[in-house]
């Protein structure tokens, strides 16, 4: 189960900062996406990373050089730091993370959703 939490009213040019946490797990988290749902629109992936290999992250061009995602050294924790933020931002951010996770006997995979948090932007 994964919780979110960040969210809120900001004004445009402001900054917020996402949290999507596997709640209540010892969690290894090697990949990690964030998509926006905007009312109207398409479900948009507007970052990704992965922390295997040399680890790399991926932004959509809308948010390129604004967003920052990332993956706490504890490896149970995504962020997404929102900087300069415009009103075209706002919508329902979901998280997806994948690895693994510990039940308490052993580990198996982790493929989660987060319940998505609101992020409005007033202009």
């Known amino acids: 189960q994964l919780m979110e939490s960040g969210g809120g009213l900001v004004q445009a040019g402001g900054s917020l900062r996402l949290s999507c946490a596997a709640s209540?797990?010892?969690?290894?988290?090697?990949?990690a996406d964030w998509y926006r749902q905007a009312p109207g629109k398409q479900r948009e992936l507007v970052a990704s990373t992965t922390t295997r290999g040399a680890g790399a992250t991926n932004y959509a061009d809308s948010v390129k050089g604004r967003f920052d995602i990332s993956v706490n050294d504890g490896r149970n924790t995504v962020y997404l730091q929102m900087n300069g933020l415009k009103p075209e931002d706002a919508g329902d951010y979901i998280c997806n993370t994948r690895g693994s996770y510990y039940t308490g006997r052993y580990w198996t995979d982790l493929d989660s959703w987060g319940q998505g948090i609101q992020v409005t932007v007033s202009s």
């Open positions: 209540g797990r010892v969690a290894n988290i090697n990949a």
